[in-house]
C-alpha cells in the first residue's frame, strides 16, 4: 500500500488567519443572551415602528390631514396650473370623481402658490376637490412632474400604481380604478 501525504496549505499563502480560532466559538453566559435578545428586539420593533410613519398632509387652508385617512381608497393626486389650458379642462372631471365614496382628488398647484392666494386661486378656477397647501411628492419619493396636467393614480392600499400627464376624463379614470 502506497501512502500519500497530503501538506494543507492555507489560502492566505501560510500566512496567519485574520482571525484567530478562538473568537470562532462564541460562549454567552445566560445573562448575556437575554441582553443580546433584548438589544435584538428593541432593534427590531424600531424598524418596524420606522416604517410605520404617520405622513401628514397640509391642505390650502393650513389644516393638517394624515395620509392615513385615505388608505381604503382610490386617491388621484393632480398637479395644475393656473395657466394650463388642459388643467382648466380635466377640472369638472375631477371634481365629479371626487364626489365618489372610494375616490379622492387631491390638487397640487405647480407654481407653488399657497395660503390664501391658493385657496382664492382654486376658487376662481372652480376647484371643488381638496387643494394641498404642499407638494407630497418628495415625502413619497415621487419626482416633480415635467408636464401638465399630471394626475398620480394612488390605490386603496398607497401604491402608486401610474402617473398620467395631460387632461384626464372621468371614465379613462373610473376605467382605470375599475370602478
Known amino acids: ?37 433584548l438589544l435584538f428586539s428593541v432593534v427590531i420593533l424600531a424598524l418596524i415602528l420606522s416604517g410605520c410613519e404617520n405622513t401628514e398632509l397640509e391642505r390650502s387652508d393650513g ?27 380635466e377640472i369638472p372631471e375631477l371634481n365629479h370623481l371626487d364626489k365618489a365614496p372610494n375616490i379622492a382628488v387631491l390638487g397640487v398647484n405647480f407654481d407653488g402658490i399657497k395660503g390664501p392666494a391658493l385657496q382664492e386661486l382654486g376658487q376662481r378656477m372652480g376647484i371643488e376637490f381638496t387643494m394641498l397647501g404642499q407638494d407630497p411628492g418628495p415625502e413619497f419619493g415621487w419626482k416633480m412632474p415635467v408636464a401638465l396636467p399630471a394626475t398620480f393614480v394612488i390605490d386603496p392600499a398607497g401604491k402608486l400604481i401610474e402617473t ?11 376605467t382605470l380604478i375599475g370602478s
Open 63 to 89: 389644516i393638517r390631514v394624515s395620509w392615513n385617512d385615505y388608505r381604503g381608497q382610490w386617491v388621484l393626486v393632480n398637479y395644475w396650473a393656473e395657466w394650463c389650458a388642459p388643467c382648466l379642462e
Open 1 to 37: 500500500m502506497i501512502a500519500v501525504r497530503f501538506e494543507g496549505r492555507s489560502l492566505t499563502g501560510g500566512y496567519p488567519l485574520q482571525y484567530p480560532r478562538y473568537l470562532s466559538i462564541l460562549r454567552f453566559t445566560p445573562s448575556a443572551r437575554r441582553r443580546h435578545g
Open 164 to 174: 398620467r400627464f395631460g387632461p384626464q376624463t372621468e371614465e379613462d379614470l373610473r
